[in-house]
């Protein structure tokens, strides 16, 4: 239907939370299709101008190499796009992986994240952080919580309500927590942090972490500056850690 290909379309429904009439509804609302997948970025908003030969001097580590690259025609030797992946991925802990040049916002698509990984054991957290994303983005699943069950179950509604995974772990679908029938998920979070709130744990996560304004995960500051991007991968909002508002009102100060 949008005429473009599957690492595209997978970096575009990620950015709708998996919504797919929600994003065919902006696709078919935006007369200029370039100019929506430029703003989603899958297109390049300026690409360089493409290198003269396969091989040359890499812009990160100047050394000689065979160079490769996305549609932006930033390019760089394997070496270092396979380190600069390996941090996003192990380190950074996310699946939407912006062009290794800095200030090029394009996202790079999946066919291309595989051709440099060359690591069994980041190529399988790179596709856990993609189905992490889908089931995040999607209120009608959820984690199992039971210990080394990894199971993602499917519900036909979003309320919470008890829910039974085939490990035997019975659940609330609404918290992940264990069933708490009378008791709302609210409540439950109250009484969790209550119960908790006597330990030096406790103190330190008090002090040192907040909640994201958006999605509600606990988020901890270890230095830097205020600006914040909430790790949820669904998430990914950018706020003040003073005032939790929204950080783009912020700029630069």
């Avoid at 995040?136 to 959820?142: F, P, Y």
């Avoid at 998920?185 to 908790?196: A, E, F, M, T, V």
Wanted: glycine fraction near 6%; charge should be positive; hydrophobic fraction near 30%.
């Amino acid at each position: 239907i949008l005429r473009i290909g599957r690492g595209h379309c997978r970096i575009l429904l990620h950015k709708f939370n998996w919504n797919k009439e929600s994003l065919l509804e902006r696709y078919y609302e935006n007369p200029d299709t370039d100019a929506f997948l430029r703003k989603a970025q899958v297109l390049p908003r300026k690409p360089a101008p493409p290198p003269v030969s396969s091989v040359g001097e890499c812009e990160i580590c100047c050394n000689t190499a065979a160079l490769g690259g996305l549609d932006c025609y930033h390019w760089a030797c394997s070496c270092c796009w396979q380190m600069y992946l390996n941090t996003k991925i192990m380190n950074d802990s996310t699946s939407e992986i912006q062009c290794i040049f800095n200030g090029c916002q394009l996202l790079i698509q999946d066919e291309k994240v595989m051709q440099y990984i060359k690591s069994e054991a980041v190529r399988s957290a790179y596709q856990r952080l993609k189905i992490n994303s889908f089931v995040e983005g999607n209120r009608l699943l959820k984690w199992c919580p039971g210990l080394d069950c990894g199971k993602a179950l499917k519900v036909g509604y979003s309320e919470p309500r008890p829910v039974v995974c085939s490990c035997g772990m019975r659940f609330c679908f609404g918290c992940a927590h264990e069933w708490h029938e009378p008791v709302n998920c609210r409540l439950l979070k109250l009484w969790l942090k209550k119960c908790s709130d006597d330990s030096e744990t406790s103190n330190w996560i008090n002090a040192n972490t907040k909640e994201c304004p958006k999605c509600q995960v606990t988020i901890e500051k270890d230095g830097g500056c205020n600006h914040m991007v909430c790790k949820n991968t669904a998430c990914r909002m950018e706020f003040c850690w003073i005032c939790l508002g929204p950080w783009e009102p912020h700029g630069s100060s």
